[in-house]
């Protein structure tokens, strides 16, 4: 009985985790095209009221889907379970938002994530970021038996477009640009003393420079792509987001987000996957400074 509420507990406190990388992701400003405290980016139909709704709104959906991880013994059984909670939670949020699409993604990204970081925990084995990105690739990586065989959304359609692995791809490799960009840059900044908001951009850039993002794939094509994977690659080469060349940098690619009318929608989720991940292991020590 005592065991149940202490899951219980934990997987409220991993929901509510999830809940504030989420904040601290659309609250990070400036961000290039994409919703953050000053404005809607490239989006017309979005804003940071309604981003900041929706991720309340999806807070138990991942506490559900940490409980399910926590209490699994069956990872298959584990699958199925989450596939539910996420379409359900797909549902809720468009619900939540009139119909518009605020964190399908995320719900995809954090809800692997939550799940393998509450079965771990379970386990007590590893919460590295390595270990708990491995396992929700595992998990990625089952058949879902409830998944319609296709969803027909616009990521779908970017990947057979223009043969990319989008979000599924992502999360079955283990979330590799959330451990092998996103944190290492977040780290590295924070490490030469630049303040928090310019580590999470730089975090976010380093994602930008190497995703194949089907949010850009879908409203812009190709060149849009590499028009913002080689802008954010030239914000990092002139030092990050802190220093006056690389400032410069991040303007002119805000301005060509803006002028082409696409955003990083999928970076924007990793980067709040590595915030997540970041702040399993590092506590809550880290504010919006
Ligand atoms: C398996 C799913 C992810 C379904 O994905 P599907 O391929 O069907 O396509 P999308 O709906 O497009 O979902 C993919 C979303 O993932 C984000 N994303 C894009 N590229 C990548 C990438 N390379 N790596 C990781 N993540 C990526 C992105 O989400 C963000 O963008 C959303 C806004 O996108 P969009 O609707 O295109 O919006 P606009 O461009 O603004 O549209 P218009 O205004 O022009 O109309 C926003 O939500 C961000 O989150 C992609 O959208 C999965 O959804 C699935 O199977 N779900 C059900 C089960 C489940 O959730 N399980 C979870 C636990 S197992
Ligand atoms: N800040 C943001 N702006 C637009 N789309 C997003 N998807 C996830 N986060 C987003």
């Known amino acids: 009985m005592t ?39 490239a989006h017309t139909d979005l804003n940071w009221a309604l981003m900041c709704h929706s991720a ?6 991942f506490a559900a889907m940490a409980d399910a991880g926590a209490q699994s013994e069956d990872d298959d059984q584990l699958r199925q379970r989450i596939g539910a909670i996420g379409r359900n939670g797909e549902a809720l949020m468009l619900a939540a938002t009139g119909g518009v699409n605020t964190h399908r993604g995320a719900i995809w990204a954090l809800g692997l994530l939550v799940t393998a970081a ?8 590893s919460l590295a970021p390595t ?8 998990l990625a990586r089952l058949h879902d038996r409830g998944a319609p065989g296709a ?8 990947c057979r477009q223009y043969q990319v692995d989008g979000a599924r791809g992502q999360a079955r490799a283990g979330f590799p640009l ?15 003393g630049d303040n928090e908001t310019t580590a999470r951009l730089n975090a976010l850039l380093a994602i930008v420079s190497q995703l194949d993002d089907t949010c850009l794939l879908s409203r812009g094509g190709e060149s849009a792509l590499l028009a913002l994977q080689e802008g954010a690659a030239r914000v990092l080469a002139a030092g990050g987001a802190a220093t006056a060349d690389g400032a410069k940098a ?5 301005a060509v987000a803006l002028a082409r009318g696409v955003s990083p929608g999928g970076a924007a989720d990793l980067l709040a996957a590595t915030l997540f991940l970041d702040r399993l292991t590092q506590g809550e020590a880290h504010g919006n400074a």
């Open 3 to 41: 065991m149940t509420v202490s899951v219980r507990e934990r997987s409220a406190a991993l929901g509510r985790q999830v809940l504030q990388a989420l904040l601290d992701e659309v609250t990070l400003t400036p961000k290039p095209g994409l919703v953050d405290l000053r404005s809607r980016g």
């Open 56 to 61: 309340c709104v999806l807070q138990p959906v």
């Open 118 to 125: 509450a079965q771990q925990g379970a386990r007590g084995a």
């Open 131 to 138: 270990a708990v990105a491995a396992r929700a690739g595992a």
């Open 151 to 158: 969803t027909g959304n616009k990521g779908e359609l970017a």
């Open 178 to 192: 959330v451990t092998g960009a996103g944190l290492p840059a977040l780290h590295a900044s924070r490490a030469r």
């Open 250 to 254: 991040l303007l002119a690619l805000e």
